[in-house]
Structure formats: structure tokens, C-alpha cells
């Protein structure tokens, strides 16, 4: 008998559209070098060209192929959103199961948590950002994965709440069971779901965060071909009727992240039936 998740989830066709909108973003990121036509980094013709046969995006006021950074900025949102969501999720899982396990632990967490989320994320991962004297990536990872650390300990905490509270929890414990073998063997395989669902989520938000600090000056370093430092230089050339510097790396975060979300949403209806139109 066939999955009756995976199959509201091919029903779903804002889902289906998502899966599509990731799988080319995926695509130009891990094709880069061969799909854009000249260096990102290296001077492809003179500044300012408009779109054309050769240079289909136009070039920047540098003289860099818009069309090359675009996809090569693919890759780097990528690898800032998985390793961001990565470090959250590393962090953020254990202390959500803890905290729904522990009553103590949970006071403590929680408290943190709260102080946490009183700030707006972006915010936030600027304050963090802002500690580190040089710009670069791994600056933008670690803000960025700290500020969705919160997130992962209350999604898990509750679903760990609702699972402690089930009969097989209590069978284990009747057996015997420690309360790490319970926690990784029994109650983390069952909170699979909502973790999945709320990491692809926050890939689209962490694509949006990254690009917001690249665009407020505290992202990649200057030169580089990532989106939110695409979107800081075309703003200066708006007003000159240059906006081909602008809409390519604005459409690109636009899309990216309306992918990951639709793909999100797609995966929360399958999973959890309460939550489907």
C-alpha cells in the first residue's frame, strides 16, 4: 500500500511547484561552473551593459556578468542556509528533547528561549553579526543559525510533550528503558515529521536573513557573488534606469524562498493531516 502522505503530497500542487522551484535552484547551485558563462569574480565585458545575447542579465558597474553571479550566488545561499539550519538543528534538537523531558531543564530553556525570541530575528542575527570585526560567510552562518536555534527547541519540545505522554513511552519505561535510550529510540523517530517540516521552512528563511545581512553591509565580503550584496550595489543605479543590476538577485531570493515555503507547507499537509486545506 502506497504512503497516503507522499500521495496528498503529489495532490498538492503549490507543493509540487515548490519541489520544482528547489530542484532547479539545487541544480544551478550544484552546476554552477558549467551553467554560468564567465568567472563571477573576473571582469566579463565593459560596466553596465544591458541585456543582450551575450550577457543575458547585463553587466554590473565592475563590468561582472549579472547572469554568472546570479547562479553562482545559488550556490552560496545554499550552503549559508544548510549549514545555518544545520547548526540550529545540531543545537536546537537535543535541547528541545531535554527540555520536554526534564521539567527542570525545561524551566531554564525555556527562560532562554523567551529572552530569545523578544527580538525580531533579523535583529538579532544583525547584533550577532555585528560582534565579528571581518565580513565573511561563516559570520553569516553562525548569526543566522543562532537566531533559528529557538525555534527548533520549542517545535521539538512540544512535539516531544505530546509524545512522552503516549502508552509505548510508558511500555519502555515499564522495561526498563533509560531515559536516553527512550529519548533517541522512541520519541525523537516519531518527532521526525515536524522537525522536517520546520527545517525546510526555515532554509527559505535563512536564504532571506542571509541576504538581508549581506544587503545591510555584514555578509560576504565585497567582490562576492551572493545575492544580498547583488541587491546593495544594483540599488545604487535605480534611479539611473540600470534595474538589471536590481530585479535578477531580488526575483532569485524571491522565488528561492517562495519555493521553500510552498515545499514546506506541501510537507506539513502530507504529514499532518490537521493541517490540510
Not at 529572552?115 to 550577532?128: D, E, H, N, Q
Not at 543562532?146 to 509505548?168: D, G, N, W
Not at 560576504?220 to 539611473?240: I, K, Q
Given at each position: ?79 549559508t542556509a544548510l549549514s545555518s539550519v544545520g547548526i540550529a538543528f545540531a543545537v536546537g534538537v537535543p535541547l528541545g528533547l531535554l527540555a520536554g523531558w526534564y521539567r527542570r531543564v525545561d524551566g531554564i530553556v525555556m527562560r532562554a528561549v523567551d529572552v530569545m525570541l523578544a527580538f525580531p530575528s533579523i535583529l538579532l542575527a544583525v547584533a550577532i553579526a555585528g560582534i565579528f570585526e571581518a ?143
Amino acid at each position: 500500500m502506497k504512503d497516503r502522505r507522499w500521495i496528498r503530497f503529489r495532490r498538492n500542487k503549490g507543493a509540487l511547484l515548490g519541489a520544482a522551484v528547489v530542484a532547479v535552484v539545487v541544480v544551478a547551485a550544484v552546476a554552477a561552473d558549467w551553467i554560468a558563462p564567465f568567472d563571477p569574480e573576473s571582469r566579463a565585458g565593459r560596466p553596465r551593459v544591458p541585456p543582450g545575447d551575450v550577457h543575458w542579465f547585463g553587466t554590473d558597474d565592475v563590468g561582472f556578468d549579472v547572469f554568472s553571479r546570479v547562479v553562482h550566488g545559488a550556490r552560496l545561499s545554499l550552503i549559508t542556509a544548510l549549514s545555518s539550519v544545520g547548526i540550529a538543528f545540531a543545537v536546537g534538537v537535543p535541547l528541545g528533547l531535554l527540555a520536554g523531558w526534564y521539567r527542570r531543564v525545561d524551566g531554564i530553556v525555556m527562560r532562554a528561549v523567551d529572552v530569545m525570541l523578544a527580538f525580531p530575528s533579523i535583529l538579532l542575527a544583525v547584533a550577532i553579526a555585528g560582534i565579528f570585526e571581518a565580513r565573511s560567510l561563516t559570520n553569516v552562518i553562525v548569526a543566522v543559525g543562532i537566531v533559528m536555534v529557538p525555534i527548533f527547541i520549542r517545535q521539538v519540545r512540544a512535539a516531544t510533550l505530546q509524545v512522552k505522554s503516549l502508552e509505548y513511552v510508558a511500555a519502555a519505561r515499564a522495561l526498563g528503558a533509560s531515559d536516553a535510550r527512550i529519548l533517541f529510540r522512541t520519541v525523537l523517530p516519531n518527532c521526525i515529521a515536524p522537525i522536517l517540516v520546520l527545517t525546510t521552512l526555515n532554509l527559505g528563511i535563512a536564504i532571506l536573513d542571509a541576504a538581508g545581512l549581506g544587503f545591510l553591509g555584514l555578509g560576504a565580503p565585497p567582490g562576492s557573488p551572493e545575492w544580498g550584496l547583488m541587491l546593495t550595489n544594483g540599488m545604487e543605479y535605480v534611479v539611473h534606469d540600470l534595474q538589471w543590476m536590481l530585479l535578477p538577485p531580488g526575483l532569485a531570493i524571491s522565488l528561492t524562498v517562495l519555493g521553500f515555503n510552498l515545499l514546506g507547507d506541501g510537507l506539513r499537509d502530507a504529514f499532518d493531516p490537521r493541517h490540510t486545506r
